[in-house]
């Protein structure tokens, strides 16, 4: 299993959320956050805004579903055909198990379940 963090502009977020769903992965957290990429922020004359605002979606999915989901994101939170500086960028971590916590079960990377136990 693999986490997808997507840092997205937030006048496309309803439109990646929309795309992960129709694509099948409905499981989507989704936090506002705030900070610059290489951009380095927006100099509007004598100001410079360093805490740009975004949002971030984090879904987990099967690795083999990875490539699959990262082009979803993508073609739904990239601005025009060819996209644009500031778009967002998406991050790629390693997850080895899952526990949902009110059945009790846990997950493995292998897709093994096992109840645990209280």
């Known amino acids: 299993m693999i986490m997808i963090r997507s840092i997205v502009r937030p006048e496309k977020v309803d439109n990646v959320l929309a795309a992960l769903m129709e694509a099948g992965f409905p499981g989507v957290t989704k936090m506002s956050v705030v900070g610059r990429g290489k951009q380095r922020g927006i100099k509007i004359g004598e100001i410079t805004y360093d805490e740009i605002p975004k949002e971030m979606?984090?879904?987990?999915?099967?690795?083999?579903?990875?490539?699959?989901?990262?082009?979803?994101?993508?073609?739904?939170?990239?601005?025009?055909?060819?996209?644009?500086?500031?778009?967002?960028?998406?991050?790629?971590?390693?997850?080895?198990?899952t526990y949902t916590i009110s059945s009790g079960i846990k997950e493995t990377e292998d897709g093994a379940t096992e109840e645990v136990q209280i």
């Open 57 to 97: 979606l984090l879904t987990v999915v099967r690795d083999s579903d990875k490539d699959f989901a990262v082009r979803t994101i993508v073609k739904a939170a990239r601005t025009g055909d060819k996209g644009a500086f500031g778009d967002g960028r998406i991050f790629i971590i390693p997850v080895i198990e």
